[in-house]
């Protein structure tokens, strides 16, 4: 992927590192095989991505967007992996920005209860309580997330680097209580 980008586009201007898996269960029931699926596919795949990129990116003095997800800053019983695996690319986006800055910008997104496919096997009843847990009283969209993201890697946000930028619609700093 790397020769080809470079072979049509002669540089790599960008990274978005968008990897999803996630094995849920309590921490001391989750299959060691559920753990490192989750870790690999979510954290270890970026760092791979970067190894590769890596060259072209501080280059072009490009831009990476990390997709985490609300999970690394808050927690939710079941989901101990993946929010160590999102928590862990808010640490890592932070290491590359002090890493590479100025030559290149790391930043992440923390998505919150986006309507993606994901959301097609949730009940009813579940996707309101997470409607309600946002200020916004809404799913987001993956069109939302997408803008945030190509805000975070254009030039308009070159004095941006080493954030976690919540796209939760206010997941993260309201909750409903009975």
């Known amino acids: 992927l790397r020769d080809r980008a470079l072979a049509e586009y ?4 960008m990274l978005v590192a ?3 898996a996630m094995v849920k269960g309590p921490a001391h029931e989750l299959p060691e095989a559920g753990w490192d699926r989750t870790l690999d596919v979510c954290l270890k795949a970026t760092y791979l991505a970067l190894r590769v990129l890596a060259e072209p990116l501080l280059a072009a003095r490009g831009s990476i967007v990390l997709v985490s997800s609300v999970h690394a800053a808050t927690g939710t019983a079941g989901f101990s992996a993946y929010a160590a695996a999102k ?3 808010v640490a890592y986006a932070r290491q ?3 890493e590479y800055g100025p030559r290149l910008r790391v930043n992440a997104v923390l998505p919150g209860p986006i309507r993606t496919r994901q959301w097609d096997a949730i009940s009813d009843e579940d996707v309101q309580i997470a409607v309600a847990g946002t200020a916004a009283g809404r799913l987001g969209t993956p069109a939302e997330v997408a803008a945030a ?3 975070l890697a254009a030039d308009e ?3 941006i680097t080493g954030v976690a930028l919540p796209v939760d619609g206010g997941w993260t700093i309201t909750k ?3």
């Open 87 to 89: 928590g862990g690319l």
């Open 10 to 13: 002669g540089r790599v201007d």
């Open 157 to 159: 946000a070159s004095y």
């Open 149 to 151: 993201i190509a805000f």
């Open 18 to 20: 968008n990897a999803y």
């Open 176 to 178: 409903q209580t009975p």
């Open 96 to 98: 590359l920005a002090v």
